[in-house]
């Protein structure tokens, strides 16, 4: 079905053509679902390589990390044998941290947990999946990852959350993860003066053409 549902660009022509035999061959919400995936697939393309086979909604994409960042952050990780992908999504993160470590990812949503499942599957990288919500999830690892959500429902269509304090999970887990392990870090994007916790180093990163930079909030 995604193969029939092929790109088609700007030819109007092609893809009413597309639509049309999908419409014939598929119940409506198959076909609505099919064609939403082929384009994000096309938007994906600008965060990783293997975006045309990868599985994503469209918060979870927007929400995602681009790769050459989530690679740059898991070069920070090296050296930790066991990681937590806390909030992990879709899997942007999961899969450059789970070639160089052993990584339990985990998310509350299960449609998003199953998506970072088969874009792991997808890449050839090997992790554990568990949905709980993170401040019930007690992690026993050597470090943690922590991607709160910035949108008021997760979903699509939500507005961006600038207060860290609305954040999902709030940046208070922090301190009892700590408490727990050692190394923890998380993906922020708010002024260092703002930071909620003591931290012991910080580096930000604009990566291509983004336009803003990501910190990444250490405590290691």
Known sequence: MLALATPVGDDYAQATAVQEELRRQFPAEFCRAALTLVGLRVAARAKFDRADSMFFDRAGLEMATRQPLAEYRAQRFKGYG????????????????????????????????????????????????????AEQFEPTAEAVFLDPSRRRD????ADRIRAT???????????????????VAIKVAFPRRNYPVTVKSNSSQQMGSAAKALSTLATW
């Not at 997760?154 to 269509?157: A, F, Q």
């Not at 304090?165 to 190394?183: M, N």
């Open 82 to 133: 066991k990681i937590v992908d806390l909030c992990c999504g879709i899997g942007g993160d999961t899969l450059s941290l789970g070639r160089n470590a052993r990584v339990c990812a985990v998310d509350l949503d299960r449609a998003r947990l199953e998506m970072a499942r088969l874009n792991c599957a997808i890449a050839g990288v090997e992790a554990d999946f568990v949905q709980a919500a």
């Open 165 to 183: 304090k609305a954040y999902s999970p709030p940046l208070s887990i922090v301190d009892a993860i700590r408490a727990r392990v050692g190394a």
């Open 154 to 157: 997760g979903r699509d269509g």
